[in-house]
Nanobody, 120 residues
């Protein structure tokens, strides 16, 4: 499975961005998908997650500002980010959790990061 993230960039505080992540390859085993971020000098942290059925969860720091969505038909996951703050500056990564029933194998795929910079 390959994950291709896009949509990062430079935005002013209070602005908005939408990140996209396209999944390709053997996607039938994918369950939950999500977004993580890593700021310089900090640990990677989970931002949002969504199950194949559409249930979502968010980090407290982004609740009410970010929205994760998923288009299973297009194998896409999105992160709509509103009211951006300088502390949202980070490299954002999409992820896809998989479970292979035949082998009980579980794991996580990662996409390449996309830089989001919030600055005036």
């Amino acid at each position: 499975v390959q994950l291709q993230a896009s949509g990062g960039g430079l935005v002013q505080p209070g602005g908005s961005l939408t990140l996209s992540c396209a999944a390709s390859g053997s996607i039938s085993s994918i369950n939950a998908m999500g977004w993580y971020r890593q700021a310089p000098g900090k640990e990677r942290e989970q931002v949002a997650a969504i199950t194949s059925g559409g249930s979502t969860n968010y980090a407290d720091s982004v609740k009410g500002r970010f929205t994760i969505s998923r288009d299973n038909a297009k194998n896409m996951v999105y992160l709509q980010m509103n009211s951006l703050k300088p502390e949202d500056t980070a490299v954002y990564y999409c992820s896809a959790d998989y479970f292979v029933v035949a082998t009980f194998e579980v794991g996580r795929y990662w996409g390449q990061g996309t830089q989001v910079t919030v600055s005036s």
